[in-house]
């Protein structure tokens, strides 16, 4: 048994210490009113500190990053520290002075409102 021991302890000071962040795609869902397009992001673990999100040239980027606290010596991990990424292209008709973003219970919200040219409006038809 005791050569069991030396094994296992030789493995552990062989571990190296670095961990890779892993990259995934937060899931989403995409909603769109006369006044705005509303997104929804599912980014959980991730804290509002660790979120960007950026609109330039027509293209929305989010992305955030969940980081465990790893207490102890890890014999097992599947459930590690992760990078969330997403781009869209969004129309150049979207207000990107006004957008808001909350997040809340780990879902991204973004308030993409549209300017007043990109509004439907009704036209009335006079007489001739």
Known sequence: MTDRKDITKTENK???KT???RTA??????YENENEILLFADMPGVHKDDITVNIE???LAISGVRRLDHQGVSNWEEFVDVEYVRSFSIPQTINVEDV???LKDGVLTLHLP???AAKPRL????AA
Request: zero cysteines; a negative charge.
């Open 100 to 102: 808001e973003a909350k």
């Open 114 to 116: 549209k300017s007043e």
């Open 123 to 126: 036209i009335e038809i006079k």
């Open 25 to 30: 795609t937060p899931s989403v869902d995409i």
């Open 57 to 59: 040239n027509g293209k």
């Open 19 to 21: 961990r890779e962040l």
């Open 14 to 16: 062989t571990i190296e």
